[in-house]
């Protein structure tokens, strides 16, 4: 095993094969490690991501080191068949890859039957080992920027379905209309670690659509307190402290960007503090109360005006409850500083969670939709013993033209670029593009980052606040909304303790990456600065 350093909240486990990676799994999953909180599983390594004050990272180094591989996995009695039409755009080109025939690629796919070595990407999304020894085939140079759903695909030597329309790089050989992710069931994933999968030729069936989504059902009027949205801004989004302990399933935590601003705005208004809010970036939001309603505003530095029904208009503070009698309109300006916004209102908004969480995934199209103008939230009531705390606004917020300083640790895969290229990550300035989202940061700089190990990197964990480097050499620093697994390289990731901070960064700012750890693996029963 090699344990690479990743942040002081996580490391990785390297190992030789998926076979070994499937055995330390196992094993931690049968014998858990007190203080471990997630395992995110790839084609050769674990992402482990523990409580430092419960568990030093020596120790949980120690530990691993001394698990038995010797136990491989049990393949589980679940079988699961999937109908494929064999007329992907690249089935021809995968072919001549193979150096065989169309019609060969499809008897060798149907003719293996698979396992569920893990999931990631994206929620639904299963990597299938265990097929044909002939597939072993590269990803597109160029990534498609829209793979439709239902799609059946090749990558290195793993298999997969497309649960939904996205991004994906991967070799497409069919489609198959098998709803993959389904909130309506369960188990929201058909395919769950372990299964076991076969392909089957569907040429003889109709015409393969894309399943419909399940149909939404209409909330009831509500006649209580509520916010009616008069405008949403650029995007008004749920957010909480995020979807946990779903990596089985493909689903990254997510929630909001600025986790300190979430807590402050509830605490404000006197909820417990992992209620969920509005997340709003940008200018423009607007919000009329109905009935009498509290809120308050954190996060970005926006003006902040509320308008009565008769026209009267007046300017409020951000961190400070406000007062909203019924028809009282509350508007968000653009920020001056910052780039999101937090609205809590007393009680909490009524909101149906999805998968434990309020919170809405962009990349992973999972919690409630973003807000709609004419949508009426409603609030539940209030508990009379809570008490209200008061909150401080932080001392500075990035602004747009501004160089913003980001702590950051070396690893996992620092060793895969020039001595040259880590010194520059740390030595130039990379500016924001208009292309950043909740999903991540896309910074440029004058001088991309050039890569000591050339080839591909299979699929592994990819931690909040990975800066991992795609071919064009210019990084993609990763946010609420990252993928779980990535097929690129991670050069380093933000400190924990500035993971707020990137999340109020505007386009067009500048950020300095400043390393704080150098890059160094972990050696089983080494002391001192490691734990």
């Not at 591989?69 to 999937?82: C, D, P």
């Not at 494929?84 to 003719?111: C, K, M, N, S």
């Not at 040429?203 to 939404?216: I, K, R, S, T």
Request: hydrophobic content about 45%; overall charge negative.
């Amino acid at each position: 095993m090699r344990f690479l350093p990743v942040n002081r909240q996580a490391l990785m486990v390297e190992l030789a094969d998926l076979d070994e990676t499937l055995a330390l799994l196992g094993s931690l999953q049968r014998e858990p490690i007190d203080g471990v909180q997630e395992l995110v599983p790839a084609a050769r390594t674990v992402l482990v991501q523990f409580a430092p004050a419960r568990l030093g990272v020596a120790e949980l180094v120690r530990r691993i080191a001394a698990r038995d591989l010797g136990q491989r996995a049990e393949r589980s009695n679940v079988l699961v068949e999937i109908p494929v039409h064999y007329d992907g755009e690249d089935l021809a080109d995968v072919a001549q890859l193979l150096g065989i025939t169309p019609e060969e690629v499809v008897r060798r796919h149907t003719g293996s039957e698979y396992a569920v070595a893990f999931t990631g990407f994206a929620p639904g999304f299963a990597y299938l080992s265990g097929g044909d020894p002939i597939f072993n085939v590269p990803r597109r140079t160029t990534p498609r920027t829209r793979v439709p759903a239902g799609s059946v695909a090749l990558g290195g030597t793993f298999s997969a379905v497309y649960p939904q329309a996205s991004p994906g790089g991967w070799q497409l050989i069919g489609r198959t209309s098998a709803r993959m992710w389904d909130l309506a069931r369960e188990l929201p994933a058909l395919l769950q670690p372990g299964y076991r999968v076969r392909f089957a030729d569907a040429a003889g069936m109709a015409q393969v659509d894309e399943a419909p989504a399940p149909a939404v059902a209409q909330a009831a009027p509500h006649e209580g307190n509520a916010l009616r949205v008069k405008a949403t801004g650029l995007m008004t989004l749920f957010q909480d402290r995020g979807r946990l302990g779903q990596a089985g399933q493909g689903v990254s935590a997510s929630g909001a960007m600025d986790q300190a601003a979430f807590k402050a705005a509830n605490r404000l208004v006197g909820n417990a503090s992992d209620l969920a809010v509005l997340e709003t970036v940008g200018g423009g939001l607007s919000l009329q109360s109905q009935g009498e309603t509290v809120v308050a505003i954190t996060g970005a530095d926006a003006p902040l005006t509320v308008t009565t029904g008769s026209g009267q208009r007046w300017s409020v503070p951000r961190y400070q409850a406000v007062a909203l009698a019924d028809g009282d309109q509350l508007t968000v300006g653009q920020p001056v500083a910052g780039a999101r916004c937090y609205v809590a209102v007393r009680g909490g908004f009524a909101v149906t969670p999805v998968l434990g969480s309020a919170c809405t995934d962009t990349l992973a199209n999972v919690g409630p939709a973003a807000l709609a103008v004419g949508q009426v939230l409603p609030v539940r009531p209030a508990d009379r013993k809570a008490v209200a705390a008061p909150e401080l606004p932080p001392e500075s917020l990035p602004t747009t033209g501004q160089d913003v300083v980001l702590d950051v640790e070396l690893g996992p895969r620092t060793d895969w670029f020039t001595p040259e290229a880590v010194a520059l990550l740390a030595a130039q300035r990379w500016q924001v593009t208009p292309q950043s989202n909740r999903v991540g940061l896309r910074v440029a700089g004058e001088q991309p980052l050039a890569r000591a190990v050339a080839g591909e990197l299979p699929s592994e964990g990819t931690p909040l606040g990975a800066i991992q480097v795609p071919p064009s050499g210019q990084p993609v620093l990763f946010l609420a909304d990252h993928p779980l697994t990535g097929g690129y390289p991670v050069i380093g990731c933000v400190a924990p303790h500035h993971l707020d901070l990137a999340g109020q960064i505007p386009v067009g700012a500048w950020i300095r990456f400043n390393p704080i750890r150098a890059f160094e693996e972990y050696t089983p029963g080494a002391q001192g600065s490691k734990n």
